[in-house]
């Protein structure tokens, strides 16, 4: 039976109950775009460990979904996609190449949305054998996980995001704000890149730039997905019903 779980982007978490700074990794490119069939179904990636400390990190791929909020939430992936090495102990300084090759449907109708998660597993290197204390002994041990993004991308999608609602509102502190619903309908993501949004009331427009949206400007909205977003209420913005116009830069 499949299982949801949440993750963040990048996330912080402890196992073991003792600091240790040097157990850290990068992982990179931390965005990739697959093909569903041919060569560039199947990309690297570098797990880099620039410490002194010998670590044990986990490479794993989950579905990714989206509400409404922006709350993301996972579906393991793992029979869709092989990934080689998906476990690894990286020495002091060094970097493992791992690829990743798209096993799914290789005609999918929509692009598709995943998360490679890369997480530092709580290993006692030194002894393989010795037990996970259960008890704090003085310090926390941080590991970390990475969350990129990772898409299949079939030829000929587009995205097709509207306005889907728009209304004035107020915040719990009173404060005036706009509730913005966008959609997109369309079969590939869109990022909203440098975004301007142009709000109408009473016939009177407010132009608001991406410095002014931030938040809202450079979020990505998955094919077939909703995205809701609340910015505050323009002052000169008379009163009354509000309509809404936007345009942002398609790479």
Excluded at 38 to 43: E, F, P, S
Excluded at 102 to 117: I, K, N, T
Excluded at 139 to 160: D, I, K, N, S
Aim: overall charge negative; cysteine-free.
């Amino acid at each position: 039976m499949k299982r949801y779980f949440n993750l963040l982007f990048i996330s912080l978490f402890f196992v073991l109950m003792r600091v240790n700074p040097a157990l850290a990794f990068r992982l990179t490119p931390m965005t990739q775009v697959f093909a569903p069939a041919g060569n560039n179904a199947t990309h690297a990636y570098d797990v880099v460990n620039d410490k002194d400390e010998r670590i044990a990190v986990e490479i794993t791929v989950v579905e990714r979904n989206v509400d409404a909020n922006g709350t993301e939430s996972y579906i393991p992936a793992e029979d869709d996609f092989l990934i080689y090495p998906a476990q690894m102990i990286l020495e002091p300084n060094t970097t493992q190449v791992v690829r990743v090759s798209w096993l799914g449907d290789p005609e999918p109708d929509q692009e598709l949305a995943f998360r490679l998660v890369a997480e530092q597993l709580p290993i006692n290197l030194v002894d393989p054998n010795a037990p996970i204390p259960v008890r704090p002994v003085g310090q926390v041990q941080v590991l970390l996980r990475y969350l990129g993004a990772l898409f299949v991308r079939p030829e000929g999608v587009q995205a097709a995001v509207q306005i889907e609602s728009v209304a004035a509102q107020s915040s719990e502190q009173g404060t005036p704000t706009v509730a913005i619903n966008f959609i997109n309908q369309g079969n590939a993501s869109a990022s909203l890149r440098d975004l301007r949004l142009s709000l109408t009331a009473q016939g009177q427009t407010i132009n608001l730039t991406p410095d002014q949206l931030k938040g809202v400007t450079g979020y990505t909205i998955l094919a077939g997905h909703r995205r809701s977003f609340v910015v505050p209420r323009p002052d000169a913005l008379p009163q009354g019903p509000i309509t809404a116009t936007f345009e942002y830069r398609q790479d």
